[in-house]
């Protein structure tokens, strides 16, 4: 291995380190996911101590630009999303305006009874029947989030397993059935990992996720589906701008931007 010795000076070894890690991903010699050199290689590789080489690993860790995992190595980080939210959108352009690919894989196309909260966010009977839908979502081919929905069986019967693996339920409605989606509702929360949730989403089990809930809604404020969507945190987070005396035409709505960057009733 050819040594790389680092120039003593005013500026820290451990800074030094840092920035040329840093560099080597930024141009592209190591990629998200990846895994770095071993802290014994970079020691040989640079010439430095250990301690210069934990404290270099443990300032990018901070600024998350790698992930340091117990008894396997350090990491790149996952890039972190951003997109916007005080536009509806679909899943495919919040990943295509983040400059990322979309992609899905259905794991579950099923029937089952409505529970109270599904009933009532769907305007329908508890019991009546509801189409479920569980779906991986993947961005440059990596997992980002899981989706749970229930749409009714008049919307869900409409979906098939094909299209979704390559359409959100949006466009397949619009585009295919004339059934526009006019509005959503959010709710933003805090989640853990189930054991399926994670071994999908490749994290440990009761990791935190940052859960999305929405209720989609075609014209006449009819509900057309309700749906959980669990985000990796290391890879989605929310930013919300708002000003102090409402919009710049003297209107009272004080909201700027909401966006999440790639962190009433209850729903399940």
Avoid at 204 to 216: A, H, K, M, N
Avoid at 221 to 248: A, F, M
Wanted: contains cysteine.
């Amino acid at each position: 291995m050819e040594v790389e010795y680092l120039t003593p000076g005013p500026i820290p070894l451990y800074y030094q380190l840092k920035q040329n890690v840093r560099a080597e991903i930024e141009r592209g010699v190591y990629h998200a996911g990846d895994r770095l050199p071993s802290e014994t290689e970079m020691i040989q590789r640079y010439g430095v101590s250990r301690i210069t080489v934990r404290q270099a690993l443990s300032e990018l860790e901070s600024e998350g630009v790698v992930v340091r995992k117990h008894g396997k190595g350090t990491f790149v980080a996952e890039c972190n999303i951003e997109h916007e939210l005080v536009r509806l959108t679909d899943f495919v352009e919040d990943m295509e305006l983040a400059g990322l690919a979309p992609s899905s894989q259905v794991r579950g196309v099923k029937r089952e009874a409505s529970n109270s909260v599904i009933a009532t966010a769907l305007h329908m009977a508890v019991g009546e029947e509801v189409m479920r839908i569980d779906r991986l979502r993947l961005a440059d081919s990596r997992p980002i989030a899981w989706d749970t929905t229930w749409l009714p069986l008049r919307f869900g019967l409409l979906l098939s397993e094909t299209e979704l693996a390559h359409e959100t339920i949006y466009h397949i409605l619009e585009t295919r059935y004339g059934i526009p989606i006019e509005m959503g509702v959010f709710h933003i929360s805090a989640s853990t990992a189930t054991a399926e949730q994670a071994h999908h989403l490749n994290v440990p089990t009761s990791t935190g996720l940052l859960l999305i809930q929405r209720v989609s809604y075609t014209s006449g404020n009819v509900p057309v589906y309700i749906q959980n969507r669990y985000y990796r945190t290391d890879r989605v987070s929310y930013r919300v701008t708002l000003r102090r005396h409402g919009d710049k035409n003297g209107g009272t709505n004080a909201l700027e931007e909401l966006r999440p960057v790639f962190n009433e009733t209850p729903f399940p």
